[in-house]
């Protein structure tokens, strides 16, 4: 019972750590992906402007 009281903590402490983790990562991978879409996006529509002048 002592033991499996110890060890449960550990276990939930890791499966939140991992859940930080990956949330954060994926918050990250969202934010890149919208900045280099926003990137993209006014270099193609510097293009045309480019060309019209």
């Known amino acids: 019972m002592i033991l499996r009281g110890d060890h449960r903590p550990i276990a939930v402490e ?3 750590g991992t859940l930080s983790i990956s949330v954060a990562t994926l918050l990250l991978a969202e934010h890149l992906v919208s900045f280099a879409k ?3 996006r006014d270099r193609w529509l510097e293009l045309p ?3 019209l002048s």
Do not use: E, I, K, P
Request: net charge positive; no cysteine.
């Open 14 to 16: 890791r499966s939140l």
């Open 38 to 40: 926003d990137r993209n």
């Open 49 to 51: 402007y480019r060309r």
